[in-house]
Every structure is written in C-alpha cells, then in structure tokens.
C-alpha cells in the first residue's frame, strides 16, 4: 500500500465547477504539500499545510491530522487549472529533507 | 524570482553514453534533490544532497551517481545510458532543517535513451 494516496485519479469538469481532489496518508508527517505540474513538467509550489487551512486565490488546501487526510478545492474551475495536481508529505523523522508523494490527480477543465 | 534552473529541457541520448544532468539554484538552499517521474509511478527519489560534497542514495539510485562540487550545482550522471532511463527528471531544493518550508522546482529535463 502506498504511503500516500490520492484519489481521483482523474478529473474532468465544466468551467465554473467546484473541484476536490483528496489526499491520504499513513506516515506521521510534519507537514503536507500541494503541487502542481503543467504539461511540460515544471512543478510549482501552491501550499504546504502543517494544520488548519490556508487559501491562495481560487485555491483552498485543509488538513485534518488526525484523520490523516487533506483536500484541495478549485473554486470557480477554468481551463488554466487543467493540469496535475500532486499530494507530498514529510514524513516525521524520516529521510532529511526528502517527501513522499502521490501519484497524482490529472484534472481537465473544458470550456 | 529564486530560481532552480535545470540544463535542458530535453535531450536525446545514445546507449551506453555517459549523460551529465545539471541543477543551479540561486537560494542558498542546503537540500538538493534528483527524482525522476514516470507514468503511474509518481516522483521517485534518486538521490539528495544535504551539503558539498554530501550525499544520500534515495530510492532509486542503481546507475546513477552524483556530484556536489559546489552549494548551488547538483549533478545527476548517467554512467552509461540505458533506455530503461528514459525518463523525466526533476530537481529541486530546499532549506536544510527547515521543517515547514517549501520545496522550489526546476522546469525538468525529458531524456531519451535510444
């Protein structure tokens, strides 16, 4: 079983939808990230979570610790968004520095 | 704009070269890392650096090795290249012992073994 799971796998919505993606973890961590990759595959950096909630624009990322679960919503979807999105954890004194991730969530948003 | 600037951003390469994978970051970062990611694996660590001339195997680091010379420059190589190295690499960077800080990217280099 993986450490990190992701779920959906794949994603399509209409412009305009609200969008979850869900990420589960079986590690202790000390915090939780949310990445994105465009076609290409450069990855950016839209949060890093140890509790609570944070929101970016469209974008909110929550964390439950004892439920081991976080979850990223798109309001307001628009193709821009389309890409894939990438839960990773650090695992609580695990290997310096290094994350574990998901395999991914590849979302397409149509016009 | 900090930045983590990798080489090419594809290349084609033969069988049996020797292929060299460059990474500079401009942060001062003490963390540098080498993954590759291919289709329903997810990223997979190849190998890190937590200083100059330090570095840690990760998961996958059978036919590769790698070298620090320098904080800012993190290579991969290829000693001899095999299509079963085919793959999209990624490098990153990150604070050392900063726990809750984030990780910065590179843009990723797709290599071709034929």
């Known amino acids: 079983k993986n450490e990190v799971e992701q779920s959906p796998q794949n994603l399509t919505a209409q412009e305009g939808e609200f969008i979850t993606i869900n990420c589960s973890y079986s590690v202790g961590i000390s915090a939780l990230h949310w990445l994105q990759q465009h076609p290409g595959g450069g990855i950016v950096s839209l949060f890093m979570l140890s509790s609570g909630k944070k929101k970016h624009g469209r974008l909110i990322a929550t964390i439950n610790i004892q439920e081991k679960h976080s979850s990223l919503h798109i309001t307001a979807s628009h193709p821009r968004d389309s890409a894939v999105y990438i839960c990773a954890v650090k695992n609580y004194g695990g290997s310096q520095g290094n994350l574990i991730f998901g395999k991914g969530t590849k979302l397409s948003v149509k016009p | ?114």
């Open chain 2, 1 to 114: 704009d900090v930045k983590v600037t990798q080489s090419s951003r594809y290349l084609v390469k033969r069988t049996g070269e020797k292929v060299f994978l460059e990474c500079v970051q401009d942060m001062d970062h003490e963390n540098m890392f080498w993954y590759r990611q291919d289709p329903g694996l997810g990223l997979r660590l190849i190998y890190f650096s937590y200083d100059v001339k330090m570095k840690e195997k990760g998961d996958i680091p059978e036919g590769y090795s790698v070298s620090r010379e320098k904080k800012e420059r993190f290579s991969l190589i290829l000693e001899s290249a095999s299509t079963n190295q085919t793959s999209m690499y990624l490098c990153a960077s990150s604070l050392m012992q900063a726990v809750n800080y984030g990780y910065t990217f590179g843009s990723g280099t797709r290599l071709t073994v034929v």
